[in-house]
């Protein structure tokens, strides 16, 4: 089949057909050529809390060109059964929906269209985006490659004495899924965040919906919290490499973020990297 102008380089948004309250956004290089044999990597870049999708697409464009990969970009709505929602994706589960499972669908979507390594993506993730992106980890590490995961709010750790989602203590009930240890040790794994990203507006007071008791434990802002999660994934034998980006706050220099996670998954592409 013969691919449409909106089909190739900064692509139209389209509808997941799966459910059609979710769509996304595509990169494809346009060196990508409909007759060849080889199979691109596939790279799910996932927005933070503003759900910039097209932003965060835009980010992985040099990329693409480099590595002749294509890049999917998906928008979870904000307001999604509640008009004042923005955070229902980054818990994964939300008033019934599996926003991992709506990925998955986007996935498979865009696999009949385009020759793709569907099997195995590389995934990165922004705040909110990398609550959601260490949470898929943990579900579907199998179809994963490498993650990245960048400046979470919120961790959930690899603990079967904490209830989800301070911990993995209850992922079959909630989820129906246990997480996988020798899978998850398969995976690449970088986290980043800016040196400066010290706020401490992550800490969740008694009267919000996402209190649980612990999930204040890992730490007081987003370094903490990201060092204790990579601490936790060297507890479990899951190599990390963490990068502290100096002169980084949490609203600013992400395209400085950026450079640093195009290197890490140039090397797992490469086959050269190594975790730190």
């Not at 060196?31 to 097209?54: C, F, I, M, N």
């Not at 490498?146 to 911990?167: E, Y």
Request: with cysteine.
């Amino acid at each position: 089949m013969t691919l449409r102008p909106s089909q190739r380089g900064a692509t139209a948004q389209f509808a997941c057909a799966a459910d059609e309250r979710f769509s996304f956004c595509m990169y494809v290089p346009d060196s990508y050529d409909e007759g060849a044999k080889e199979a691109w990597p596939l790279v799910v870049a996932v927005h933070g809390t503003l759900r910039e999708s097209q932003v965060m697409r835009n980010r992985f464009r040099s990329f693409a060109e480099a590595n002749r990969a294509i890049v999917l970009s998906p928008l979870f709505p904000a307001g999604i059964g509640d008009p004042l929602d923005v955070d229902n994706y980054k818990l994964i589960e939300y008033r019934g929906i599996r926003f991992d499972r709506i990925l998955l669908a986007m996935i498979e979507q865009i696999a009949a269209l385009y020759r793709l390594d569907a099997g195995r993506v590389l995934m990165y993730g922004f705040s909110g985006g990398g609550q959601f992106v260490h949470r898929f980890l943990y579900l579907h590490p199998q179809r994963l490659r490498a993650v990245s995961i960048g400046a979470p709010g919120l961790v959930t750790l690899l603990d079967l004495s904490k209830p989800w989602w301070v911990g993995t203590g209850n992922m079959q009930t909630s989820l129906g899924i246990e997480p996988d240890l020798t899978a998850l040790r398969q995976v690449q794994v970088q986290m980043i965040i800016g040196a400066e990203d010290t706020n401490p507006d992550v800490m969740v007071e008694p009267e919000s919906r996402f209190y649980l008791p612990g999930i204040n434990d890992a730490g007081s802002n987003r370094i903490e919290r990201l060092r204790t999660l990579a601490a936790n994934f060297a507890a479990n034998g899951i190599s990390v490499r963490f990068d502290l980006v100096p002169g980084v706050g949490h609203e600013y220099g992400q395209d400085v973020l950026i450079t640093h996670v195009h290197g890490f998954f140039g090397a797992v592409l490469a086959g050269t990297h190594a975790a730190t």
